[in-house]
């Protein structure tokens, strides 16, 4: 059964990459394909350039070599056959052990050398500007921040910002890394509010906040901000940390190691869980014996608010959920906010949550493998028979092994590897009312299916890689339409694994073929993928 969390849906800007022309490809037959069928190996999309009309992609093989080739987008999107083949790999350097993505507004992109020291370099590789060392013996690399090997956190650029000593940098004494935290072993850094966890379980906190979610204590209640200049402990005994954001103020939550659960922060609609609404400034105990933990934050009328539902499940299996309930998306029985954790459900395996404005659902598998689900049903996803809200778990199906709440609709594949589908768009994707009915057979030999955005792939059993899904629906006079139907079809064999983003898709397949389609495009008044196209990667 794959283990599912809060589902996340970017669409990066465009990206590319113009390599320099002393470097070339050299390509020879002689590597196996389990060498190149490693995902880890790849990162797409991992660099930005200013051309709107290309995205940059790396391969480090394995004699450690970097290589880079763009993805091409027509200037008209959309267009069936407007898109360009992909560029050819080109060589960039070499002894490199991997690529660190630096996200959708960044113009660099770290390499970790096979010295374990990190580079900066940047995306155009103008040989006029030399690549730049930013640390040695480098063991956690990620986006302004670092991790050696002795456990000192490391930050620099925007990271800087909030630390004593380092307001009124300019931008170029920002670009040194600074450390922090001794003995860091896990962080959640943002440019305002940071959290580290260390190895002998403190949690640390600085950098700004309104409503006490740094948890030091103070709290100004949204009047204006606070600043702690230096990393502060506040809480001990610290396994893993967790931060429930949309575009308001945070709550925060940690799980200790006796599993007791502690919230901060952020608590108008209760999601400290603490039975009030007043702001926490320091952790505060909400939960015993958890055993997982998961909060999400759902907009609602596109406010500028954090509407959070926490999750915690128990040693006991039972599953419990407080914090914002407007839809009925805590399954309480109620539309009102829960102030403390209610017991929801016994004898849970998982708990997910798809959060939208218009769906906010909770799905939970229970150890027998069956699926229930509770919250707004705008299009009918819980097969209740109507669009009514559900207020208290439902039971959708048996047997289940595989499932994916996405948009308007919810796939899930049964034991037997059937496919099975509900809510808007599933019957005909064409302009269809949501269905009531019981869920609809989509497919036959499914293994398990995957999203990105706004696609659904399954895998068969045979290896087969189909689109079975596609959710670009709009709201139409308090109702929803679609713009498009979709193709449903088998689109390559013999895959191992897929990725991508904004529709532009890679698959891998078992015998070490890099193929590469896009599903952002209308033919024939129809989405379905371009014809996939090999990228020949290089053979070392």
């Known amino acids: 059964m794959n283990k599912k969390r809060i589902q996340m849906y970017t669409c990066m800007t ?3 990459f113009l390599c320099a022309s002393t470097f070339c490809a050299c390509i020879n037959t002689d590597a196996s394909a389990a060498e190149k069928t490693d995902q880890s190996r790849f990162y797409f999309h991992a660099a930005k350039k200013y051309e709107s009309n290309k995205k940059t992609n790396f391969y480090v093989d394995t004699d450690n070599n970097l290589w880079a080739w763009d993805s091409v987008y027509p200037e ?9 083949p992909p560029t050819k790999p080109e060589l960039m350097m070499n002894n490199i052990k991997a690529v660190v993505p630096t996200g959708m507004y960044n113009d660099l992109f770290y390499v970790l050398d096979t010295d374990n020291s990190l580079w900066e370099l940047p995306t155009d590789m103008n040989p006029s500007i030399p690549k730049k060392k930013l640390l040695d013996d480098v063991a956690v690399p990620n986006m302004e921040h670092a991790i050696t090997a002795n456990g000192d956190l490391y930050v620099w650029g925007d990271q800087t910002r909030y630390i004593s000593g380092m307001v009124g940098l300019t931008k170029e004494e920002m670009k040194t890394p600074r450390c922090i935290v001794k003995q860091a072993v896990h962080t959640d850094l943002d440019t305002s509010t940071s959290f580290a966890i260390d190895q002998d379980g403190y949690l640390w906190s600085w950098g700004k906040c309104r409503y006490g979610e740094l948890g030091q204590g103070e709290s100004n209640k949204g009047e204006s901000y606070i600043r702690s200049s230096s990393p502060t402990i506040i809480a001990d005994h610290v396994a893993k940390f967790y931060r429930s954001r949309d575009r308001g103020e945070p709550t925060m939550y940690a799980l200790k190691t006796d599993g007791t659960l502690w919230a901060w922060g952020y608590n108008q609609y209760g999601a400290v869980g603490n039975g009030t609404t007043e702001t926490v400034s320091i952790p505060t105990k909400v ?4 055993k997982t933990f998961t909060c999400t934050a759902c907009p609602s009328n596109g406010a500028f608010d954090t509407y959070t539902n926490a999750f915690a499940l128990r040693e006991d299996d039972s599953l419990w959920a407080w914090g914002y309930n407007g839809e009925g998306n805590l399954g309480n029985g109620t539309t009102e906010s829960a102030l403390s954790p209610v017991k929801i459900l016994d004898d849970v395996a998982e708990i997910e949550t798809d959060i939208n404005m218009y769906t906010n659902l909770s799905f939970a598998i229970k150890k027998d493998g069956s699926l229930w689900g509770w919250g707004y049903n705008r299009c009918g996803q819980l097969c209740t028979g109507n669009t009514e809200p559900v207020l208290l778990p439902v039971k959708i199906t048996d047997n289940v092994k595989d499932y994916c709440p996405l948009y308007a609709s919810l796939y899930f594949v049964k034991q037997d590897n059937t496919l099975w589908g509900s809510g808007f768009n599933i019957s005909s994707f064409s302009n269809d009312q949501p269905e009531l009915t019981s869920p609809v057979l989509l497919q036959e030999n499914v293994d398990h299916i995957q999203t990105i955005d706004d696609t659904v792939f399954s895998f068969g059993t045979n290896g087969s890689l189909s689109i079975c899904g596609y959710n670009d629906v709009v709201e139409i006079n308090d109702s929803f ?12 064999d013999n895959v191992a694994w897929i990725d991508g983003v904004c529709g532009d898709i890679f698959a891998m397949t078992n015998d070490g073929k890099l193929m590469n389609f896009s599903v952002v495009t209308v033919y024939d008044g129809k989405v379905q993928p371009t014809e996939p196209v090999e990228i020949p990667l290089p053979l070392t």
């Open 14 to 16: 465009a990206l590319t």
């Open 76 to 84: 008209t999107p959309y267009i069936y056959d407007a898109f360009l």
């Open 287 to 290: 939960l015993d014996h958890v």
């Open 481 to 492: 339409d679609s713009p498009y139907e979709i193709n449903r079809r088998k689109i390559l």
